[in-house]
């Protein structure tokens, strides 16, 4: 009796999986027909290698997770640094996990002015002659003199989605903006690998500008 009970849920809770599976796959199809991506929205934000962790919150230190990213993997953590540059300079400025291999400081264009450096608007990992700055935490500061840069506004997504919108990895595409402040965002680059989720990345700026929010969808035009 109690393994037929047990059964029992079991194929309700499958049942329910699946339920929810075909409801989530329905709405991707229908914007996929539309051609409408969802959006994440970032502030400016830095990625450390271990070296530059232990440098500055200390030795043996590890990255305390707070929230998990849209893309698989990446994270929001506790720490936060201050940025230094020649004028000026910007406290609080979080953290994402995991390690990487290089340093990297996406920051805001207006940035640039409160800061007085020059950063170079580019896709994430590409810092060949990017900007340089000082990075401070509690027990200490690493100095870089490349890494920093204005992230170019781009599409995640992974090869069955980029078939299903008729986009290709590394094809530049527009996106048209509804509402108030409707407008084209123009040279938006599709990044389609194995490890992406559906999210069109733009910065605090730009979605200030054509007053978007996350809750916000916009279409991919060819």
């Not at 340093?103 to 007085?116: C, P, R, S």
Request: aromatic share 4%; charged share 25%.
């Amino acid at each position: 009796m109690e393994n037929n009970s047990y059964n029992e849920i079991l194929e309700l809770f499958l049942k329910a999986v699946e339920s929810v599976k075909s409801s989530n796959s329905d709405a991707y199809t229908e914007d996929a027909k539309k051609g409408l991506v969802p959006v994440g929205i970032s502030n400016r934000h830095v990625h450390l290698t271990e070296e530059a962790v232990e440098v500055l919150f200390g030795k043996d230190y590890v990255l305390e997770r707070i929230k998990n990213l849209s893309q698989p993997g990446q994270f929001a953590c506790k720490e936060c640094v201050t940025l230094c540059g020649p004028r000026g300079v910007i406290e609080k400025v979080r953290v994402l996990g995991p390690t990487r291999q290089q340093n990297q400081v996406e920051i805001l264009a207006g940035d640039m002015f409160k800061l007085g450096l020059q950063a170079p608007l580019r896709q994430s990992g590409d810092l060949a002659e990017s900007g340089g700055i000082i990075m401070v935490g509690p027990k200490g500061s690493v100095q870089i003199k490349e890494g920093v840069i204005v992230a170019q506004r781009h599409i995640h997504m992974n090869p069955m989605e980029a078939k299903a919108y008729g986009v290709h990895d590394g094809q530049k595409v527009k996106l048209a903006v509804d509402g108030p402040r409707a407008g084209i965002m123009d040279n938006v680059v599709v990044r389609a690998d194995d490890r992406g989720a559906l999210e069109c990345h733009i910065d605090t700026e730009e979605a200030n500008a054509y007053c978007i929010n996350s809750k916000t969808k916009l279409m991919i035009i060819k």
